[in-house]
């Protein structure tokens, strides 16, 4: 067999099945049953390797009801941090002393739900210490307009009290009528404002205050994951009007120049302003480090400059919470895995953490192919460990859930995939930054990329889906040479027999080990894919 001649690190002999392994598949089968009867065993490395980098978690926990113990024992013992979470449950995961750092609690940033919502409230209530009114905290509409909201067709007054020749109706009474509205028929949210810096520091000190809030049991948020944080239109459509009295030109809303002033020159300076905030006045939140945590979404496009400067430069979180990505099955383009590294490095260097939330994909509506959960699953895994960028000696670092689940209470067949062995599995330090192993044209006449990341104790893969309407059937995939002999996981973390070959398809990935070295024929033999393995 030809072998290479780059030099590989090699982790010491393993056994075939750990008892991470055995223990992940147990919980699969076990852990969300009617009866919890165990726990989830402690973690040991399903590959132990001598030069580690294993993967850093995160996930979102809106529950609102008690879980079972063995699953915030897993939690606890393998996430580094939580989005909110039912407070008692919060409680006993914080106090275990196990991996779990923090809890962030939420807020939606760009707008603020009108009438008892407290944060409403609040600002209402506390304004005027900081020499503007309450009102100043919303965007209004300076003329009549009509907006499209959940398929209605409604009318809010604009508020112009100084009315000039020529200038448009605008009948609001007050200036609370002529809120911006998004989202619901209900006008329940409203568009926050930015503009100024009074503004800016009555929103920063609301959410100071609820840093300050202690949750249960005397623990206190670790940060905030501000929803609704990315550089794109705010969602609402506008049918007539639409112009905005707190813009000095009174611009169109959701336009470009509008999204400039608003997003650039307001929601970027408030997020760098909070981060900067906290970062020098840990004595004001007990010491502790606190985390901004805005959700950016997928846009702008990561592959754009417009995606640093919107959340870079200058940093506008610790950790920027990257709902929908990445995913190569839903997400196309076949040098995205490159292009995915060289920004994350970028904005790891720059203090600013990266949370994959890990949407899964298994088909897409008018293209042929499909996955299985499994494998839909490894493609998520397989393309965070190709671009995953080195964290080596910085502060900030990169975060995966897995397999997105906003409340594991309500769906937990599907949240227990995120105990799944081939997460425990550590393929080591990077050997160097993802690179095209092979490119061409596959069966169906797509061109493709497929990436491989060198890692001290493994190698990964994954080809991102190219062109944006290409299928991922059979018809599409391409066989292609390893660097070197290597072990394939499933997804219980299972380590097959070594294979110097592996087939893809469009928008697939997969993990190896490397193997032992010693005779390996207890290890069932591997497949060219694991595409077709039954859940």
């Known amino acids: 067999m030809k072998r290479s001649n780059r030099t590989r690190v090699r982790s010491a002999p393993r056994r075939r099945i750990s008892i991470a392994a055995l223990s992940s598949a ?20 399903t590959v132990q390797c001598n030069n580690p980098w294993p993967l850093r ?20 013992d393998r996430f580094d941090f939580v989005v909110e979470g039912y407070r008692p ?59 499209e909201l959940q398929g209605q067709n409604i009318t809010i007054p604009g508020w112009n009290p100084s009315p000039q020749a020529g200038d448009p109706p605008a009948n609001a009474v007050n200036r609370a009528e002529a809120r911006v509205p998004v989202y619901f028929a209900s006008l329940a ?39 609704n944080s990315a550089n794109s239109a705010l969602q609402v459509r506008i049918v007539s009007g639409g112009r905005v009295a707190e813009h000095p030109l009174h611009t ?7 999204m400039d002033w608003y997003w650039m020159r307001g929601v970027r300076v408030f997020l760098s302003e909070l981060r900067t905030y906290v970062d020098e006045n840990r004595s004001a939140f007990g010491g502790r480090q606190i985390y901004i945590i805005p959700n950016v979404a997928n846009v702008p496009y990561v592959g754009s400059s417009s995606w640093e400067e919107s959340y870079v430069n200058p940093p506008t979180a610790h950790i920027l919470s990257l709902e929908f990505e990445y995913n190569p099955t839903r997400d196309f383009g076949a040098s995205l895995p490159e292009i995915i590294y060289n920004k994350h490095t970028q904005a790891l260097a720059q203090g600013v953490g990266l ?24 493609n998520n895994l397989a393309s965070h460990w190709v671009h995953r960028a080195d964290d080596t000696g910085l502060t900030a670092t990169t975060y995966l859930l897995g397999v997105n689940v906003w409340d594991a209470a309500s769906q937990p067949e599907k949240w227990a995939k995120n105990l799944a062995g081939a997460f425990d599995v550590d393929l080591g330090k990077p050997l160097g930054p993802p690179y095209v192993i092979q490119s061409g044209v596959d069966g169906k006449g797509n061109d493709y990329k497929i990436y491989g990341r060198p ?31 290597y072990s394939p996981i499933d ?13 893809l398809v469009n928008g697939e990935g997969q993990i190896f080990v490397a193997p032992s070295g010693v005779g390996n024929t207890l290890a069932p033999e591997a497949p060219k894919n694991l595409r077709e393995e039954k859940n």
């Open 455 to 485: 890692l001290t104790c493994g190698f990964a893969v994954v080809r991102h889906r190219e062109p944006y309407n290409g299928d991922f059937d059979a018809a599409t995939a391409v066989t292609f040479d390893l660097p070197d002999e």
């Open 355 to 378: 949370f994959e939330t890990g949407y899964v994909f298994k088909s897409r509506a008018g293209l042929a192919g499909s996955f299985t959960d499994d494998q839909a699953i490894m």
């Open 57 to 76: 978690r995160a996930m979102f926990m809106y529950t609102h009801s008690a879980m079972p113990t063995a699953t915030l024992d897993a939690i606890a």
């Open 252 to 258: 169109q809303f959701n336009s470009s120049e509008f």
């Open 89 to 147: 449950d919060v409680e006993y995961m914080l106090n275990r002393n196990s991996k779990l750092k923090f809890i962030a609690v939420y807020n939606s940033l760009t707008d603020n739900y009108v009438g008892e919502d407290s944060e409403h409230q609040w600002l209402m209530a506390n304004a005027a210490q900081f020499g503007i009114d309450g009102e100043d905290a919303y965007i209004h509409f300076w003329e009549d307009t009509v907006v």
């Open 189 to 227: 949210r409203r568009v926050t404002n930015f503009s100024s810096p009074a503004v800016r520091s009555l929103h920063r000190a609301y959410n100071a205050a609820r840093l300050n809030e202690p949750l249960v049991g005397g623990i206190h948020p670790g940060g905030i994951m501000f929803d």
């Open 26 to 45: 147990l919980i699969l089968l076990s852990l969300f049953a009617s009866s919890i009867v165990s726990a989830a065993a402690p973690i040991e490395a």
């Open 491 to 503: 997804l219980n973390g299972l380590e097959l027999r070594p294979v110097a070959t592996w087939t």
